[in-house]
């Protein structure tokens, strides 16, 4: 069955430095989203992807974070400068109908993110 | 704005007992609702989904839930707990605007022998 595939499944960086989270989505959907879990809290989402560009983003999405689809089957999450509240569990997801209200998530097993 | 809470963030079950997991959420439309569980180290997994018709919707592994709008909610049981049930399980909301999920905060089972 095709799955969704995050790597690094752990990224250990520096405060200030850069990070590129990578995920490969189902390879004919359409839609992407990537979604946070701060240790102990909720699943947050922070954007949604298609027809490359930014559909939404959450208020946690700031200047730092970008997002990119560079080759048609990666997706990717940047983050510019990481501070210390960055440490999380980044998930990508993807969804191939419509996107539609009934569309079904499916999600990669995640980026745990340690800022140090 | 949408949002879901789920009571109890830890629930303790023994093996073979009922598992009940209470998810109510606010909506101001009618909610596409679903319920995603997590193994240790691994991604969220779709369990089951409402978004029309019947209330009481079936999903894998044994898990049902059911739709109850006067309540606002969308609790998720399975009759027979197993080992394999210990995970954690998120309910979420699917908001249009933006299509994306809003999740509840989550319920960590534990199944004892």
């Known amino acids: 069955e095709p799955e969704v595939t995050q790597t690094p499944s752990h990224q250990v960086t520096q405060m200030g430095q850069e990070v590129i989270l990578r995920c490969v989505p189902i390879s004919n959907h359409l839609y992407f989203y990537w979604y946070r879990q701060i240790l102990g809290q909720k699943v947050e989402f922070l954007v949604s992807?298609?027809?490359?560009?930014?559909?939404?983003k959450s208020e946690i999405f700031d200047d730092q974070f970008s997002v990119e689809r560079p080759d048609g089957s990666n997706f990717t999450l940047k983050i510019r400068s990481t501070k210390l509240e960055d440490s999380a569990m980044y998930f990508c997801a993807s969804t191939g109908q419509t996107g539609g209200r009934g569309d079904t998530q499916y999600f990669g097993p995640g980026t745990r993110l340690t800022v140090l | 704005a949408q949002s879901v809470t789920q009571l109890g963030s830890h629930v303790s079950v023994s093996e073979g007992a009922l598992v009940l997991l209470r998810c109510n959420y606010s909506?101001?439309?009618?909610?596409?609702l679903f319920w995603y569980v997590q193994y240790p180290n691994q991604g969220l997994q779709l369990l089951l989904k409402y978004t029309t018709g019947a209330t009481l919707v079936k999903g894998i592994n044994g898990f049902e839930a059911e739709f109850k709008k006067s309540e606002t909610s969308f609790h998720l049981t399975k009759p027979s707990a197993h080992m394999s049930d210990a995970a954690e399980y998120f309910c979420?909301?699917?908001?249009?605007?933006?299509?994306?999920?809003?999740f509840g905060g989550g319920t960590r089972v534990l199944v004892k022998p």
């Open positions: 992807f298609y027809n490359n560009e930014i559909s939404e």
């Open positions: 909506s101001s439309v009618p909610p596409y």
């Open positions: 979420a909301v699917f908001k249009a605007a933006g299509n994306k999920l809003t």
